[in-house]
């Protein structure tokens, strides 16, 4: 069996380290590590697999030393300009960042939604927002079943989302209020701590937030529905970790509510928590660490004549970013 | 000019102490004040305009003394049980819980929305649920201009809408979370520190909450719409004060943005923040202590032809309860 070299662009930031965690889970065939990052944590040490390994400064010949695939989540800027190189070197790059997801020629992928597109690749393979990962996966049972006419998405999204800044906004806000103090915010436009903020990545002409944008397009996208009803709220919560998601579909079919939870139950990547009664349904504090989306409080919306609501929630920087780009590795290993 | 008598029932309670701030902003022209509370309360003393009261136990004979108005929030087995007493005694009775909000005979008023409502008053006037109260406000405004077809809510509620036990809970978790230690939920059932739970108050046979029944069933009654669709997911968040609401509406009638947004900006008891731009929109740790209801995040809904989403907050203690039922004290006084 052939045993491959994995480049790990961004190892120290937020979803590089728990892409660590995940690696060392998957026990994927790789024999070959390197973890890259900006000069700042370059020369730094971390244990990985029971070996310590030293972090490598990102450079435009890193990729001379041949790689099979690079994972970056180093934002976008270091995207645009390090995985073209390494993708002409051969690398196929999984990447984190929005900077290619919209192109048309990079596949926009959630494995148990489109892995097919992984085949048509030229190189680069994006890997989609946390926000929008984690809905279709129970988006895409249902419109195969039920053929979806219009999605509503109003997100309540952890602060990890926004990195190790986004964190510490957070823990300093915990802080301040509990023993007092004031303190600088490192990330978002607002104190975060016992507030909601309406505003997730910048203001577009339209009104929207690129976050919402993103959850708008990427949708329509990786569905393979350019032409998608779809608007979104993007609100960040204070909540450390992982994304929770009142999602409205309306669909063309009609529909068994007992059938479509049943579906939901047996599709793969996704933990149905239904019992409202026993207050049983999924929760961001619980779900975190988890690789599956969590979905329940599904409800029949009586307002239209096919519709529904229900609660989706998802770790961000599982299953919304570092565990769907190695399930892509995965995909690209096993085809 | 006659001076009034005004009973307070639930003097000690979350609302009922805001109440009191209120009352003391408002200098209504109320001669006496009396308040009541539970035997566990009464006798203690508060200060109220400059001057000592003693909380009262609310008895059967309490409003045998001769009140204009009595404004409850105890509870609904409380206004269960004293309402009636108290209009069968010539006592106007303003009741701040869901006993009697959707009774054909019992006016449910936001004196901004339906004022008019209160003149045929048969000795108690409901108000409503405080997430409701403050969506119709500018919804109100939105349905005179557009004719609304379809409303559909996310809420982000803070946990002083569960009063003083949904406080302790988040406010132990944060302890819990800065110094270490356990601690038993004294209302949630679940940790609401760091969560965010989509159920608030029990659960219905629909598989909706009882909380989102009464967004739906409360914005038709007082819009006069009683066949309105409407829907709602509700979201407890670790938030003190204020709740936050995703309101994405259908219209009727086309509609020109500049024009919606101007028609909010002249109605009384809105405040627009709207410039996504500039990071200005209505957040809850800013609206808190205010009595009017902030929306922002105006925009239109792509995903149907005659659609908006808006972001709307309030004070859920004062507009959504306290200061709502003050301004129809102040109504009924007026007229």
New interface residues.
Partial sequence: MKEYKLALVGATGVVGREARKVLEEMQLPIEKYVFFASSKSAGSKIEFMGKEYEIQELKEDSFDEGFDFAVFSAGGETSKKFAPIASTKGVIVVDNSSAFRMEKEVPLVVPEVNAEDIEWNHGIIANPNCSTIQAVVPLKVLDDKYQIK???Y?T?QAVSGAGKAGIEDLENG??A???GGDYELAKF???IF??????IDV?MP????KEEEKMINETRKILGKPDL???A?C?R????NSH?E?I?VEFEKEFDLEELISALKEAPGIMVEND??N?Q?P???NVTGHNEVYV?????????PN?I?F?CVGDNIRKGAATNALQIVKYLIEH
Same sequence: chains 1, 2.
């Fill in positions: 219009r999605i509503i109003s309540y915990i802080q209020y509990t023993n436009a607002h104190p016992n507030n909601c903020l309406p505003e203001a339209s009104g929207y937030t009803a779809v608007t709220t609100v919560v204070p909540v450390f929770s009142s409205n409202l009664e207050h349904y929760l961001a504090a329940g409080r599904i409800r029949r919306d009586f307002s239209v519709g609501n609660w």
